[in-house]
C-alpha cells in the first residue's frame, strides 16, 4: 500500500464522537518487528533445505492457508513454522530442529509490548478530557493479545480490551452495542488500512489511518487514494501524538 501521494489536511472531528477504539499491534506497540525477527532466524535454521526467499514465500503461503482455520497471532504463527519445515525439507527435519523452531516461535509469546513514541502521553492526554470512551480493539489469540496489553502498560487508559478473530463489519457493529453508542460516533485509530479503517469508513463512522513503518503481507491492499476522496470521515496522520489535534 502507498500512501506517500494522499495529502489530506487533518481536520478535527466531529464533536459526535463518544467512542475512541485503538488497535494494537503496530499502532499502540510494535510487533511486525519481532515476527520478522523470528522469521530470519527462522530462515536460518532451514537454510540447509532452500534460500531465504523461498522459505519466506512458502511460510506466507502456508500462513494464507491456515488462516480460515488458525486466524491470527503467534501460536497459529508457530504452527505454520513447523508445518512449513516439514513440507520445505520434505520430511527430513529431525525433532532437535523442530524443537528449536517451536522455542523460536514461543519467543513471540512473551514479546513486551512497549509503547511506541507518543502512545503513551497521547493516550493520558485523552484520558483526562474524560469525554471518551476508550477501548483496544484488535484481532488474534485472546489470551496473547491480553498478556500483551497488560505487559505495556497501558491498562489504565481504556476502558475496555476487545480481542475478536476478525475485524469484520459485523463486529464492529457488535464493538458499538457493547458501549451503547452507533457507528456515527465510533472513531477507529490504526495503521492498517484492510482492517482498521475500510471498514469502518463503510459503515459511516470515524477512522483515523497511522501507517507504520513495516506492513504485514496479509494487511497490504491496493493504494487508497482514488477512494478515500468519497470518505469525509478519514483522517490520516503521520504520528500518534497528533491525534490531540484531532479531539
Known sequence: MNTTNIKIEPKRLSENVSLIAFDADDTLW????????????????????????????????????????????????????????????????????????????????????????????????????????????????????????????????????????DKTPHEYMHLCRLFDTNIGRLCMVGNSFKSDILPVLKLGGYAVHIPYEQEWQMEQTEDPENKIQSFPHYRHIEHFNQLLTLL
Open 30 to 165: 510494535d510487533c511486525i518487528g519481532h515476527f520478522e525477527a523470528v522469521e530470519k532466524a527462522y530462515g536460518q535454521l532451514l537454510a540447509t533445505y532452500g534460500s531465504y526467499e523461498e522459505i519466506a514465500s512458502r511460510l506466507f503461503e502456508r500462513e494464507r492457508a491456515n488462516m480460515p482455520l488458525l486466524g491470527y497471532g503467534s501460536k497459529a504463527f508457530i504452527i505454520s513454522l513447523v508445518e512449513n519445515a516439514i513440507n520445505i525439507s520434505k520430511g527430513k527435519i529431525s525433532g532437535d530442529e523442530l524443537l528449536k523452531i517451536i522455542e523460536l516461535g514461543k519467543t513471540l509469546l512473551d514479546m513486551p509490548g512497549t509503547p511506541l513514541e507518543g502512545v503513551e502521553v497521547t493516550l493520558k492526554a485523552l484520558r483526562k478530557q474524560s469525554s471518551y470512551k476508550m477501548v483496544v480493539f484488535t484481532k488474534g489469540d485472546n489470551l496473547d493479545q491480553e498478556n500483551k496489553f497488560h505487559r505495556s502498560g497501558l491498562a489504565k487508559y481504556f476502558d475496555d480490551c476487545i480481542v475478536v478473530a
